[in-house]
Nanobody, 114 residues
């Protein structure tokens, strides 16, 4: 059974930083594409960042230069370092196995105050 558990969300001020973690079981974070998705209130689920099995990383334009995706294969965890946070980054963030988010965790809330 695949299980993804996100943590690290919090309330922060504009320009602050957070690091999200995703503990995976039943699947290897290094053997496949892994995604961070987010969903803001009243908006659709959107892809934020992804990493492939070769370590290539990709970001949606709105977070380029501010967010960094990484993984620790020894811990089987996925991370999202978020710097210079903006109010528009406020959302529930999910770790997922696909951009569609069919298999994802319960999410962790990030709220950025202005």
């Amino acid at each position: 059974e695949v299980k993804l558990v996100e943590s690290g969300g919090d309330l922060v001020q504009t320009a602050g930083s957070l690091k999200l973690s995703c503990a995976a079981s039943g699947v290897s974070v290094s053997g496949r594409w892994m995604y961070w998705l987010r969903q803001a209130p009243g908006k659709e689920l959107e892809w934020v960042s992804k990493i492939n099995n070769f370590g290539g990383t990709y970001y949606v334009d709105s977070v380029k230069g501010r967010f960094t995706i990484s993984r620790d294969t020894s811990k089987n965890e996925l991370y999202l370092q978020m710097d210079n946070l903006k109010p528009e980054d406020t959302a529930m963030y999910y770790c997922a196995l696909s951009a569609a988010g069919r298999t994802r965790g319960q999410g962790t809330q990030v709220t950025v105050s202005s």
